[in-house]
């Protein structure tokens, strides 16, 4: 009896314990808050910042949604919250949605892909009422959030049941941060998505047609070798993609976060000023970059 209460007692437990980590509040200050999905775990909301002076009843803005970190297991919505905020000075409406994990809400990485390529879904069936401009909608993550945004572009299928695929869930453009883009024998989190491989893995599903791509990666990345990041460039160029591939000399996974502990400041610029030029080439921005402005900011942030 005293053994079977036991484990009744645990499974509470750890239910509330799941429960709390999926309702944890997420705060980005000005930023709106909708809620974008119902799941049967929980419902999943998108942060979102509009520049300064917009006007949704008759902007048509470029828009950006990012995808956080965390190996598919955890992670938060303000992890590109610093990156948000410069590309929003610069016009853009900037998306951070939640998407379910392990911790979180006990799912495995397909929920992952099924919860991204629903934010950009929704993105574009509300571009009227948000003032975005539906062909005009980026994606960009870092590690498994780069995994996400990667399969919006380049992975068909793999669809939440009952939307509607008539609405394209397919970004115009990838920004992609150390990417989990090869989930092959070798590649980061194979074991886990054998049920989906090869749907379910970007490296496997280079094709015609794909976003334009950008990646950043620290040739000392112990998670994505720098030779999966050059095969990965000479595959999409194979096709005709624009890949641009910068590689930062002895850095680690993760190098470009502007946070305590974790990367360093002059990779935050350079890492933006980049994104900056890159989406400027493909017409979603306008204007000179404003390296001030990320100066500023990264030593604000530094501190």
């Given at each position: 009896m005293l053994k079977q209460n036991f484990s009744i007692l645990f499974i509470i437990s750890f239910s509330l314990a799941q429960v709390q980590a999926q309702t944890k509040p997420v705060s980005i200050a000005g930023a709106t808050v909708e809620v974008f999905k119902k799941t049967k775990e929980g419902d999943l909301k998108i942060h979102y910042l509009d520049?300064?002076?917009?006007?949704?009843?008759?902007?048509?803005?470029?828009?950006?949604?990012?995808?956080?970190?965390?190996?598919?297991?955890?992670?938060?919505?303000?992890?590109?919250?610093?990156?948000?905020?410069?590309?929003?000075?610069?016009?853009m409406v900037v998306f951070l949605p939640e998407y379910r994990t392990k911790k979180g809400h006990g799912t495995a990485p397909i929920s992952c892909v099924n919860d991204g390529?629903?934010?950009?879904?929704?993105?574009?069936?509300?571009?009227?009422?948000?003032?975005?401009?539906?062909?005009r909608i980026a994606a960009g993550g870092g590690s498994a959030g780069g995994h996400v945004a990667?399969?919006?572009?380049?992975?068909?299928?793999?669809?939440?049941?009952?939307?509607?695929?008539?609405?394209?869930?397919?970004?115009?453009?990838?920004?992609?941060?150390?990417?989990?883009?090869?989930?092959?024998?070798?590649?980061?989190?194979?074991?886990?998505?054998?049920?989906?491989?090869?749907?379910?893995?970007?490296?496997?599903?280079?094709?015609?047609?794909d976003p334009p791509t950008i990646v950043f990666l620290g040739t000392e990345d112990k998670l994505i070798?720098?030779?999966?990041?050059?095969?990965?460039?000479?595959?999409q160029k194979a096709f005709g993609i624009r890949s641009d591939l910068h590689l930062y000399e002895g850095e680690p996974h993760g190098f470009f976060n502007l946070k305590v502990g974790q990367g360093k400041a002059q990779h935050f610029?350079?890492?933006?000023?980049?994104?900056?030029?890159?989406?400027?080439?493909?017409?979603?921005?306008?204007?000179?970059?404003?390296?001030?402005?990320?100066?500023?900011?990264?030593?604000?942030?530094?501190?």
């Open positions: 520049p300064r002076g917009h006007d949704p009843k008759v902007d048509k803005s470029p828009a950006i949604v990012l995808f956080f970190g965390g190996g598919w297991n955890s992670g938060s919505p303000t992890h590109f919250e610093p990156q948000a905020r410069y590309l929003r000075q610069r016009g390529k629903s934010a950009i879904r929704w993105v574009r069936k509300n571009a009227a009422r948000l003032g975005v401009d539906p062909d990667a399969t919006t572009g380049m992975c068909d299928g793999l669809e939440e049941k009952g939307e509607d695929i008539t609405i394209s869930s397919r970004p115009g453009a990838l920004v992609l941060f150390n990417p989990v883009y090869d989930n092959g024998a070798g590649g980061y989190g194979n074991d886990r998505v054998t049920e989906w491989f090869p749907a379910i893995s970007p490296a496997h599903n280079i094709s015609k047609g070798p720098v030779v999966t990041a050059e095969k990965f460039q000479a595959d610029v350079d890492t933006v000023l980049k994104t900056d030029v890159f989406l400027s080439d493909l017409g979603y921005l306008e204007g000179e970059p404003d390296e001030a402005l990320l100066e500023s900011m990264a030593a604000k942030e530094k501190k």
